[in-house]
Every structure is written in structure tokens, then in C-alpha cells.
């Protein structure tokens, strides 16, 4: 499957983004979807993931609370709504894709498909 991230941009501390990644196949629902992100000189760290169907969903903690995965199957697509962003959420952000994933998986390892970054910058 190609994924296409988009939606990143420069927004103010407390401002909201939503991150979109469209897929291209015709099996998105057999797909476990992730959100990664990679701040300047730092490791790629999880971000959401969220389940094939779209009913269960898990969050790194610093986002917990903030920020919302959400996956819509007709439309092929996950989004990443983020609100009330710090200067620390500042990173590229990527989506991945986990072919049958069973169990929704933080380690990027599991993930078969990446899409390119979307650079998020928020500014203080």
C-alpha cells in the first residue's frame, strides 16, 4: 500500500492541527494504521495507532488527551487531529501501515508501510 501523509504546517502553542494519510488499495480495512513522529536529532518515536476497524486506539502519554486518531475505511484515509500543540509536539510526523495487524503495535518495527513526513513546527 503507498501512503500519502498530509495536513502538517506552523502553528502557535495551543493551536490544532489535523494530520490526514491516504491510502492507495483496496484492502485499507485489513490495516492497523500508525502515527510516528522524528524531532531534529532525536529517534523516531510513537505517536497514536489505531485498530483495523477503527475501535480501538492507543496514545504515547504525552499526547494522551490531546491528540485524536481516527480511521475511515470508506474514504481509505487515517487523520490525526492534534490540539492543543506545545513546542515540544515540533517533529516530522509519519503514518505506517500494519498489514493484519491483530495486536496495535507501538514498536515501529511491526509497521510494513511508511508514508513520507508531514513537518509539524509549533511555534511559542
Known amino acids: 500500500v503507498q501512503l500519502q501523509a498530509s495536513g502538517g504546517g506552523l502553528v502557535l502553542t495551543g493551536g490544532s492541527l489535523r494530520l490526514s494519510c491516504a491510502a492507495e488499495g483496496s484492502t485499507f480495512s485489513s490495516y492497523t494504521m500508525g502515527w510516528f513522529r522524528q524531532a531534529p536529532g532525536k529517534e523516531r518515536e510513537f505517536v497514536a495507532a489505531i485498530s483495523r476497524r477503527g475501535l480501538t486506539t492507543i496514545y504515547e502519554g504525552s499526547v494522551k488527551g490531546r491528540f485524536t486518531i481516527s480511521k475511515d475505511n470508506a474514504k481509505n484515509t487515517v487523520y490525526l487531529q492534534m490540539n492543543s500543540l506545545k513546542p515540544e509536539d515540533t517533529a516530522d510526523y509519519y503514518c505506517?501501515?500494519?498489514?493484519?495487524?491483530?495486536?496495535?503495535?507501538?514498536?515501529?518495527?511491526?509497521?510494513?508501510?511508511w508514508g513520507q513526513g508531514t513537518l509539524v513546527t509549533v511555534s511559542s
Open positions: 505506517a501501515a500494519d498489514y493484519d495487524g491483530a495486536v496495535i503495535a507501538k514498536n515501529s518495527n511491526e509497521y510494513d508501510y
